[in-house]
């Protein structure tokens, strides 16, 4: 998504509208804004999930005592912590990026408006 603007603006010099732009951008840049695109967050949450099921299983069936048991406690909390961390940091990084497509399209769109207001007027 490094070349947004140019994208825009290329197919808005070819004469496409502003909806057939959103759509072919849409189309071009899908996998970039799609829930399955893996980011920083996602590897907190593939490795966090394990070890938060692991230390689960441990703290339920292991017959824990003394200073292993606040050990696993801890390692549960870690991946609590992390999984959550990356649950929500993934839909985070996928809600701005769906934002910052849109803010440069608006931003592309208002430009045009206004230059098209000074040429006319």
């Known amino acids: 998504m490094k ?3 140019r994208d825009i603006e290329e197919l808005l010099d070819k004469g496409f509208s502003f909806e057939d732009v959103r759509i072919r951008l849409e189309e071009k840049y899908e996998k970039e804004l799609s829930f399955t695109t893996i980011s920083y967050f ?3 949450f593939i490795v966090g999930f394990p070890i938060l099921i692991v230390s689960a299983v441990f703290l ?3 017959n824990l005592t003394g200073i292993a048991y606040y050990i696993a406690r801890l390692i549960l909390l870690l991946g609590a912590m992390a999984t959550l961390k990356g649950f929500i ?3 985070v990084s996928v809600f701005l990026r769906r934002e910052k497509f849109e803010e440069e399209f608006k931003k592309v769109r208002r430009l045009r408006e206004a230059d098209y207001g000074k040429s006319s007027g």
Do not use: C, I, P, W
Request: aromatic share 34%.
């Open 89 to 91: 940091g993934h839909f």
């Open 42 to 44: 996602t590897y907190f």
């Open 60 to 62: 339920k069936f292991g």
């Open 3 to 5: 070349d947004l603007n």
